[in-house]
């Protein structure tokens, strides 16, 4: 189950690597909102996402995806908490101040990851998140990540 359109297709001029829309050689995951503090994402990799071994998916990749879903997270819920559309009125910029993964279980390379992201904490200047990464229903990362509102020149 999963709410609305995504996210990063309503966040403004976005080259991000691993989420925007507007850069052709990245990533462009797409997270969606499931309820009030949750939100989902399913990415595909593909073959030359591998790590080492090809059938497994690169440590980077996972790190990045990860990053990426709950930032775009943070930016939906401060435009939630402005009271406003995401991607109207005055841009709200988060980057992300700490990420810390942890690999538990290797990714399947050709099956697609999804992830789910929880806001635990929010303040005026920055947002804590916790997100779980699985491959074919098991647990491969977890991870912390918060989330520093920036100026929108950053
Ligand atoms: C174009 C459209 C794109 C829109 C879409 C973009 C989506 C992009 C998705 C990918 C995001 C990225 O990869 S961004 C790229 C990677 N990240 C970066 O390059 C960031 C580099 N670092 C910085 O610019 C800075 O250090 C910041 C912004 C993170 C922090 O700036 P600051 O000025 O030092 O902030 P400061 O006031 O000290 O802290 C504010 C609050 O955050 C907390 N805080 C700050 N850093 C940390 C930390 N490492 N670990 C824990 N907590 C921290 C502080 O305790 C404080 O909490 P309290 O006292 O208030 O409670």
């Not at 969606?32 to 080492?52: D, I, K, M």
Request: proline share 5%; charged share 25%; with cysteine.
């Amino acid at each position: 189950m999963r709410d609305g359109a995504a996210i990063q297709d309503q966040i403004p001029d976005n080259h991000c690597f691993g989420c925007g829309p507007q850069n052709d050689h990245g990533l462009q995951i797409k997270s969606y909102w499931r309820g009030e503090n949750e939100s989902v994402c399913e990415f595909t990799p593909l073959p030359h996402h591998c790590a080492g071994p090809t059938r497994y998916l690169n440590g980077g990749i996972i790190a990045t995806v990860i990053d990426c879903h709950t930032i775009c997270t943070a930016i939906a819920d401060g435009y939630r908490q402005a009271g406003r559309d995401t991607g109207t009125g005055n841009k709200i910029w988060y980057a992300t101040g700490k990420l810390e993964v942890q690999y538990r279980a290797p990714a399947e390379i050709d099956e697609p990851v999804e992830l789910t992201a929880k806001i635990l904490e929010r303040t005026e200047r920055k947002t804590v998140l916790s997100c779980e990464l699985k491959s074919a229903g098991r647990l491969c990362a977890t991870a912390n990540v918060v989330a520093v509102r920036v100026p929108d020149n950053w």
